[in-house]
Nanobody, 118 residues
Framework: QIQLVESGGGSVQTGGSLRLSCRRS????????MGWFRRAPGKEREFVAAVRWGTGGTTYADSVKGRFAISRDRSESAAYLQMNNLKPEDTAVYYCTGGTSWPPQDTWGQGTQVTVSS
């Protein structure tokens, strides 16, 4: 069974940076997609970013374009989300996801809390 394990959440002030990591059990195949979703208090779940394992192609939500960067490391079977210039509205539980369809939602990690204070 595929497992995704996140790490790297925490608390920062506005303008700060955090890097989230997500390690997948087993080695993904080229058609696999890994991504990140988030759920803020009182709001619906929101797509953040995704990366195609084979090509490295990326897609971002408009709300994070230019501030967040998703990447993957084939040797580590891991995906990363570099978050810069964080804003209070980025406060949420961030979930790593994986799958073969778009957006990837077949497998979910346990979630990691990101809190941005003003």
């Amino acid at each position: 069974q595929i497992q995704l394990v996140e790490s790297g959440g925490g608390s920062v002030q506005t303008g700060g940076s955090l890097r989230l990591s997500c390690r997948r059990s087993g080695r993904p195949y080229s058609s696999y997609i890994m991504g990140w979703f988030r759920r803020a208090p009182g709001k619906e779940r929101e797509f953040v970013a995704a990366v195609r394992w084979g090509t490295g192609g990326t897609t971002y939500a408009d709300s994070v374009k230019g501030r967040f960067a998703i990447s993957r490391d084939r040797s580590e079977s891991a995906a990363y989300l570099q978050m810069n210039n964080l804003k209070p509205e980025d406060t949420a539980v961030y979930y790593c996801t994986g799958g073969t369809s778009w957006p990837p939602q077949d497998t979910w990690g346990q979630g990691t809390q990101v809190t941005v204070s003003s």
